[in-house]
């Protein structure tokens, strides 16, 4: 019989098909198709700066100019951006619904300036790098006072949205209003601790590394694991053992430990699924100012976390209707596949 | 700049790109093949009974025998259910993790003998019948005092999760537990009805029908529209006009009036999008007890209604992680091109 779970956070219930679990090479998805160097034209190739946006910020070597060779990481405007860094929040009712402009910002990391090089598996130094030109982006937007939340993600495989272009990139979105998913975490993090006085993801914490059997690595200061009520097979979350709710909070020596462990983690999925689909998806603690309410708590009650999501099964009108999703490989199995590829070199 | 709106009902927000709106054309997706009436062996044709798990129920001419021919609609348990309806229910913790048994229903309603047939579009009498027999197998399963939820859907298309099987089926699943979407629906409905003393949908409703450019239809009992926070391009949702929680409520009379528009509103867009990959879904309210709270006050608050969702867009990392959703193409501008096909047959 499948086995419902319901996850301590939100509440969200997930069915878990416990018996003919779907082993990884039981997923087929589109392989990524690599881009070969050759593509001269690739904007985010070093030596091709002029067909970007114009930077806003690059990690370059000293000397080079903004727009020209010489950069290791470099942060443009989105060329097709949902939202827009200019004018002020302008937010009314229009009958009974309510609008608002599209103030905001999109930003693109172009993580290595190698066409073909996969940093998030193969360059921990260059992962390094991007991490803290992410912590530096974020701490500069969530200055600006419009905007109330700062998003991390990755797409990769066509059918996760990622792009075509074949050269490792992350985004940024920075919005004028809270996503409704970050505060629902937030609200239901924070009835956890009104009752517990403990924040739910140290639990989580204490209580995976209790029973083990979803943990996938351990380091000094983080650990990876695939969530009791994980969503999609081989879903993995990456959290830091002591509490924090800011990922841009981290110094230099947590970023190096945190690229560490995302890098082996990622490396284990990939020796595990192939050239898998995924959207990587940083939780973090929303902009914070001088506010009253349930925003007060937040450095207690909230812990920042990476979702790496998996897209190897689809969601279909059951998921969309009723916000429950069909899991056909529970967490403990997908564990046990990531834990056996030991031969993963550091 | 793009538009921000905010849903009245659960407070999502989506991202309406207002300038360089997608036009049907923009849309590529994977056109359904069709399966060719020469599949001798397609278990959901008239005279493979045989090949389906037994029948629970079926409409059928007198003196025919279940299991064999002479049926109109028939429904079948899902030979890969997701939960099942044998055992008790028994929820209980797992340290802080909460787990119940998968108990519940998975039914298929095979919707037309006839393999080729797309009654959604071109066969009234059988919409009709097949709607009949939606209500049935609801009220049918309502009457199981372990099941709080019956959700009613549809995928078609590779993308939306659809059947290769190219032979028209809708999914009935019944849950042991409310699912959080539905709840969220519910308890936003409550929260405007408490302030405003009116319902979300029939306020929404009157709003539609007066500034008019989101309507897509209109008859005696039931209106389409284009929602003004649709999520996806080409979203449409049809309401009855009057108040009513329980789709299964229904009369013959209104179940008529229901499929005509339904299947009106379906021609449109297939006219406009061609074969497109869609999910449907009923919104409903849940099975209903002697309980106290807000399902008290259920009958009131909520307003059932179907959410028809073209998947033409691909759903990626920024809306996984935020609940917020991109819509290239403004409700406004879809209702544009769907009105326009006014050379649909009635």
Request: one cysteine or more.
């Amino acid at each position: 019989m499948p086995e419902l779970r319901r996850d301590p956070i939100i509440g969200r219930w997930v069915i878990v098909a416990t018996e003919r679990a779907k082993r990884p090479t039981d997923f087929i998805f589109e392989k990524g198709k690599k881009v070969a160097r050759t593509q001269k034209k690739c904007p985010f190739c070093e030596g091709n700066e002029s067909l970007t946006t114009p930077e806003i910020y690059a990690l370059r070597k000293k000397g080079t100019r903004p727009n020209t060779p010489g950069w290791e990481v470099r942060v443009i405007p989105s060329i097709s951006p949902f939202l827009s860094p200019e004018g002020d929040l302008d937010r009314h009712g229009s009958g009974m619904y309510d609008i608002m402009n599209g103030v905001g910002a999109h930003e693109v990391l172009i993580a290595t300036p190698r066409h073909n090089s996969d940093i998030l598996i193969n360059d921990l130094p260059q992962l390094e790098k991007l991490n803290e030109v992410v912590i530096k982006r974020m701490r500069e937007l969530k200055k600006d006072k419009r905007l109330k939340y700062v998003l991390m993600f990755k797409n990769h495989g066509k059918v996760a949205g990622g792009s075509v272009l074949g050269h490792q990139h992350i985004q940024l979105i920075a919005t004028p209003v809270t996503p409704k998913r970050v505060k629902e975490e937030l609200v239901g993090s924070k009835r956890y601790f009104d009752y517990k006085d403990r924040c739910v993801f140290c639990d989580m914490i204490r209580q995976e590394l209790g029973v083990k059997q979803r943990v996938v690595l351990e380091s000094d200061d983080f650990l990876s694991i695939n969530p009791y009520c994980s969503r999609f097979p081989f879903e993995t979350w990456i959290l830091p053992k002591e509490h924090s709710c800011d990922f841009d909070s981290m110094d230099k020596k947590k970023v190096s430990c945190y690229s560490k462990i995302f890098q082996l983690t990622m490396k284990k999925l990939v020796h595990t699924l192939g050239d898998f689909p995924y959207n990587i998806i940083l939780h973090t603690a929303p902009c914070r100012r001088k506010q009253k309410g349930y925003w007060e708590t937040i450095e207690q009650d909230y812990h920042w976390h990476i979702e790496i999501m998996p897209r190897l099964t689809q969601v279909a009108g059951f998921e969309w209707g009723s916000g429950f999703y069909i899991n056909p490989t529970p967490p403990e199995e997908a564990c046990k596949y990531l834990k056996e590829t030991n031969n993963v070199a550091a």
